[in-house]
Every structure is written in C-alpha cells, then in structure tokens.
C-alpha cells in the first residue's frame, strides 16, 4: 500500500486519481502509523512552507524519517520534495526534513512569480525516477520557491537561473513540479516509482 | 523556457457541452469527459471547464461531470462557474478538479479569494474578470453575472487586487471581443498582465494561429484560452500549436 501523506495542505484527488490509474494500492492518510507499515510514501504539497509544521506536530515527521531510514522508498511532491531539504527562505522558522542539502529560495525580480506552466526539464540520465524520460521533456510546474542545483539533482529547470527540478538520492526521490498533471511523461516518472 | 500555455474551454450546461462540437470519432459529441480527454490528448496544455447553467439543482450534475472528466485527465483541470463558498471550492476540488475560477463571488465578497486560498493554495485559485471597455480612454470595467451586471470596478485595479488577496491566477475575457473570432483584446491584456505579477490568461476573440501569437506577444499573455476555436476537430489544436511555434513562441509541442 501507497500512502499518500495528508496533512492539512490542499489537494491530495490528483495524485490519488494518478496511482489509481496506474493501479496502484494507495491511501490518502494522516496516520503515522499507516506511513510506517507503507511499502511506498508519497508527500504532495502546495501552497506555503510553513503548513509542513504540521508534519512535526503530528508525528508524521518522525515516522516518515524512520521509515526512509527503514529503505521505504520516499517521493515528494512540489512542496513535499522542499521540505526534504534542511529550509525554505519562505518559512525561516519551519524546518524541512533536511535529508538533502540545502534552502529553497525566491525566484528572482527579473521574472513573473510564481513560475506556473509547462517547462522543460534537462535530465541526468542516471536517474531511476526518469528512467525513458528524455531531456528536453515538458512538465507541469506552479511555485513560487526553488530548491539550489545539488550534487542530488537529477534533473534542472531553467527559469530566472537554473534550479533543482528532481532530486533523487538512493531510494529517496522528490519533484519540483507536478507528475500527476504533466500528462504521459508524469504517469512514466509515477509507474518509475511505484517499480522501485 | 517556460512556455505560453494553450487552454480549452467547455461550456456545459446540464452536464453537457453547449457549444457547437463537431468533434469526429466520438460516441457522444456533447461529452464533457470524452472532449476533455480529446483535447488532452490532441495536446491541450490545460482543460477549463465553465459551468453555465443557473439553476442550483445541477450543481450535482456538475460534480458528477467534473468527477468523470477529471478521472482520464492528467494534465490541470480549471473549473468555474456558480462557485459562491469555501464549500463549493471544496466540493469540486474533491471531484478532481485542480484549480477553480470565481468571479462573481469574489467581486461581491473579495475575502472568498483568500479563504480558498489559505486552504488550497493560491496556485488553485483563478480569479476571472470579465472586462469590458468603457469611455474613450484605455479603460475597462469588470462585469459580473455573466455579463449581464457592471460591478463598478476598474478591471485593472480589481486584478491587482485579487492577486494581493491571494489569486494565483487572473483569467481575463474580453466582453467586447467574446465570440466574435477577430482577435484577442491586446491593449486590455497587456494592460492587466504589466499590471500584476501572476500569470494572467487572454480569452475572448481567439480566430486563428496569428491571435494567439499577438496576445502573447503584444498582450504580453501567460496563456490564452479559446473555445468555440476548438470545436471543429481533432487536428485543429495541433495545428494551431504548430503555427504558434513556427514564429518562435515557445509551446509545449511536440508533446
């Protein structure tokens, strides 16, 4: 079974009806303990940094880090792949997960903020995530914030500057923009993960 | 490079698409799930779905429709129209939509914006302005009722507003322009997108390729929507997609 990982921060039908259609087992959930018997997580997230305070609070924060310890493949979603690094200049109080390296900061003044529609994505061909996912493929992005380019990243965008788009270490994956509504090149990154 | 996004409308009414369609090669033409579907699949970048029936009782029919459209479609689906609450966002938020547009709701009571939005995300909420040129000078007023009622706001100043309440988007329709086919209201679009710093999609006026690559050129346009425009078949979207890109717009084609 698939949590999808809900805590409070909008709209968690896209990525249900996703892995739905890709039939997949999964479950919309606020319970630690459903995170830490799932075979697989996944951390949607849109809107404002700090609404991942929640995750401390409810204890969902402590079960998802140990189920990643644990080799529970992990994929964060928009907000849910920020929250994986250490902080957000959106939020300086909320701390992430800090599993990656990092702060997600503002887009500079010389371009439209929030970044909202298709871009294109150049991909590091070693990653499992985008595995049939060629360079050059559009995706759906709507942010405001960006994550730094890492030694993690296996896939950038360019918009004011180049920014992290995927990220992927081990079993441990996250996305900038928005797989379940980036058409069949989303659905293939979402069946990627459900494989692994 | 961050591309100009293509939108297809749907009017429905009832449950069903009211516009001509002539689409071939479907078992029911005036399906709202199967045209969402065949413009996703004929390289739509976004659906918009505009519920324009009045009556209250077919908010249920709409829901239903919203939920059957959404299950086959992977790419963001807007829908509008009636939208009044909180619990009308939520409503159709939990049948698959991803983004909602209000109008005049928000016009009549602004705080709606910020409500959806702090529960949603402001990228789920789309405000529509339905602008209309008055006086000699470059200025337009924002209608609501579909039209029928002038709410006695400057359009630019209202978008201003709805994007500091927390609007992620402005859809912007231009009254004089609607259903005509002679092109997109340039000045009003430009003057609204320099004006605000979301993104803001044209609509009313769309003909052929040449409009579109006006809007986003001089109109300064995110995206454009059209409805009537695409109605006529299959290989329209992609055509038109084609022609955009010929003069170097960037659109997400191939797709």
Same mark, same amino acid.
């Given at each position: 079974?698939?949590?999808?990982?809900?805590?409070?921060?909008?709209?968690?039908?896209?990525?249900?009806?996703?892995?739905?259609?890709?039939?997949?087992?999964?479950?919309?959930?606020?319970?630690?303990?459903?995170?830490?018997?799932?075979?697989?997580?996944?951390?949607?997230?849109?809107?404002?940094?700090?609404?991942?305070?929640?995750?401390?609070?409810?204890?969902?924060?402590?079960?998802?880090?140990?189920?990643?310890?644990?080799?529970?493949?992990?994929?964060?979603?928009?907000?849910?792949?920020?929250?994986?690094?250490?902080?957000?200049?959106?939020?300086?109080?909320? $701390?992430?997960?800090?599993?990656?390296?990092?702060?997600?900061?503002?887009?500079?003044?010389?371009?439209?903020?929030?970044?909202?529609?298709?871009?294109?994505?150049?991909?590091? $061909?070693?990653?499992?995530?985008?595995?049939?996912?060629?360079?050059?493929?559009?995706?759906?992005?709507?942010?405001?914030?960006?994550?730094?380019?890492?030694?993690?990243?296996?896939?950038?965008?360019?918009?004011?500057?180049?920014?992290?788009?995927?990220?992927?270490?081990?079993?441990?994956?996250?996305?900038?923009?928005?797989?379940?509504?980036?058409?069949?090149?989303?659905?293939?990154?979402?069946?990627?993960?459900?494989?692994? | 490079?961050?591309?100009?996004?293509?939108?297809?409308?749907?009017?429905?009414?009832?449950?069903?698409?009211?516009?001509?369609?002539?689409?071939?090669?479907?078992?029911?033409?005036?399906?709202?799930?199967?045209?969402?579907?065949?413009?996703?699949?004929?390289?739509?970048?976004?659906?918009?779905?505009?519920?324009?029936?009045?009556?209250?009782?077919?908010?249920?029919?709409?829901?239903?429709?919203?939920?059957?459209?959404?299950?086959?479609?992977?790419?963001?689906?807007?829908?509008?129209?009636?939208?009044?609450?909180?619990?009308?966002?939520?409503?159709?938020?939990?049948?698959?939509?991803?983004?909602?547009?209000?109008?005049?709701?928000?016009?009549?009571?602004?705080?709606?914006?910020?409500?959806?939005?702090?529960?949603?995300?402001?990228?789920?909420?789309?405000?529509?302005?339905?602008?209309?040129?008055?006086?000699?000078?470059?200025?337009?007023?924002?209608?609501?009722?579909?039209?029928?009622?002038?709410?006695?706001?400057?359009?630019?100043?209202?978008?201003?507003?709805?994007?500091?309440?927390?609007?992620?988007?402005?859809?912007?329709?231009?009254?004089?322009?609607?259903?005509?086919?002679?092109?997109?209201?340039?000045?009003?679009?430009?003057?609204?997108?320099?004006?605000?710093?979301?993104?803001?999609?044209?609509?009313?006026?769309?003909?052929?390729?040449?409009?579109?690559?006006?809007?986003?050129?001089?109109?300064?346009?995110?995206?454009?929507?059209?409805?009537?425009?695409?109605?006529?078949?299959?290989?329209?979207?992609?055509?038109?997609?084609?022609?955009?890109?010929?003069?170097?717009?960037?659109?997400?084609?191939?797709?």
């Amino acid at each position: 079974m698939i949590a999808i990982v809900d805590y409070g921060a909008g709209n968690l039908v896209s990525v249900k009806k996703a892995l739905d259609w890709l039939k997949q087992e999964c479950a919309i959930t606020s319970a630690p303990a459903d995170v830490a018997k799932a075979s697989k997580i996944v951390l949607p997230g849109v809107g404002h940094f700090a609404t991942t305070a929640a995750l401390a609070h409810s204890g969902l924060k402590k079960a998802i880090a140990e189920a990643i310890e644990g080799g529970t493949p992990f994929l964060g979603i928009c907000v849910g792949m920020q929250w994986m690094l250490e902080h957000s200049q959106e939020s300086p109080d909320t $701390s992430g997960l800090g599993l990656l390296h990092g702060e997600c900061e503002r887009f500079p003044m010389s371009v439209k903020s929030p970044h909202v529609g298709w871009n294109q994505l150049e991909v590091n $061909s070693s990653s499992r995530l985008l595995r049939g996912v060629p360079s050059a493929s559009f995706v759906y992005f709507t942010h405001s914030f960006r994550a730094p380019v890492t030694e993690t990243t296996v896939a950038c965008c360019e918009y004011g500057g180049r920014f992290s788009a995927a990220v992927e270490r081990e079993h441990v994956f996250g996305v900038q923009f928005h797989p379940e509504k980036s058409g069949a090149v989303g659905l293939k990154m979402l069946s990627n993960f459900c494989e692994i | 490079m961050l591309t100009k996004r293509i939108i297809a409308c749907l009017d429905v009414d009832g449950g069903r698409v009211v516009k001509g369609v002539q689409f071939e090669n479907l078992r029911d033409a005036g399906d709202p799930a199967e045209l969402a579907k065949a413009h996703s699949e004929s390289g739509a970048d976004e659906i918009v779905l505009l519920d324009i029936s009045a009556a209250h009782e077919r908010r249920a029919t709409l829901l239903e429709t919203v939920r059957r459209a959404a299950r086959q479609l992977f790419i963001p689906f807007t829908v509008g129209g009636g939208i009044r609450t909180l619990e009308d966002a939520a409503a159709v938020f939990s049948a698959g939509a991803d983004k909602i547009s209000i109008n005049s709701a928000a016009l009549a009571d602004p705080t709606v914006i910020t409500r959806i939005a702090e529960r949603f995300g402001s990228q789920a909420v789309v405000v529509a302005i339905d602008a209309k040129r008055s006086g000699r000078g470059p200025h337009w007023e924002a209608f609501t009722h579909g039209g029928r009622a002038a709410a006695g706001r400057d359009a630019i100043a209202w978008a201003q507003e709805a994007e500091k309440r927390g609007a992620g988007e402005i859809l912007l329709t231009s009254m004089d322009r609607d259903g005509t086919g002679i092109g997109f209201d340039c000045e009003l679009t430009r003057a609204v997108a320099d004006s605000v710093r979301i993104p803001v999609i044209a609509s009313g006026g769309a003909g052929g390729a040449q409009h579109f690559v006006e809007v986003f050129r001089e109109g300064h346009a995110d995206a454009a929507l059209a409805a009537s425009i695409f109605h006529y078949g299959f290989s329209r979207l992609a055509d038109l997609k084609e022609k955009i890109k010929a003069q170097e717009i960037p659109v997400r084609w191939p797709c």
